[in-house]
């Protein structure tokens, strides 16, 4: 699984012309799914995201995870993550997972989410043509691979 990760002030997914989903303060985590990806995977990306401390302190230092400032986060499924621009011009997506595969593991990764925040969590709509909106605070964007483990 591959993700990147966006401290946002405000985000949102737009489909068909209508508000599908936002959050306010929180993390827009946009996911990639391949075919190697397994439930250790998830566990492991999601306690990841969690946990991870990119929100000021009252020093101004990034110390504070989603969790702590009580932050929302909104997942959107990307297969686009998995792109192979090694040969030509044109990406291919090979390594992306289909959606018999992707769809059951995006459902069990936002749930997993649901469980380490305590709350529920935002999504786009798999497969749908979206619009993502966000106000990108910092900028702090991180990318991490669960299969580099960083």
């Known amino acids: 699984m591959r993700v990147v990760i966006q401290k946002v002030s405000e985000a949102s997914v ?3 012309g209508r508000i599908n989903s936002g959050i306010h303060q929180g993390l827009l985590v946009l996911l990639g799914i391949e075919d190697s990806d397994t439930h250790e995977d998830i566990d492991w990306l999601c306690g990841k995201i969690s946990r991870l401390r990119i929100f000021d302190d009252e020093n101004g ?4 995870s989603v969790k702590d400032v009580e932050g929302e ?7 686009t993550l998995h792109a ?9 997506y090979i ?17 997993q989410l649901e469980k380490e925040l305590g709350k ?9 043509m979206m619009k993502i909106r966000l106000v990108n605070e910092g900028p702090v964007t991180i990318i991490i691979d669960s299969k580099k483990k960083e």
């Open 14 to 16: 737009e489909i068909d």
């Open 61 to 64: 230092v990034m110390n504070l």
């Open 120 to 128: 529920e969590v935002q999504t786009g709509e798999f497969g749908a």
């Open 84 to 92: 192979s621009t090694r040969k030509g011009n044109r990406p291919s």
């Open 95 to 111: 390594k992306a997972a289909k959606p018999d595969f992707a769809v059951p593991m995006y459902e069990k990764f936002v749930g």
């Open 73 to 79: 986060m909104l997942v959107v499924s990307q297969f």
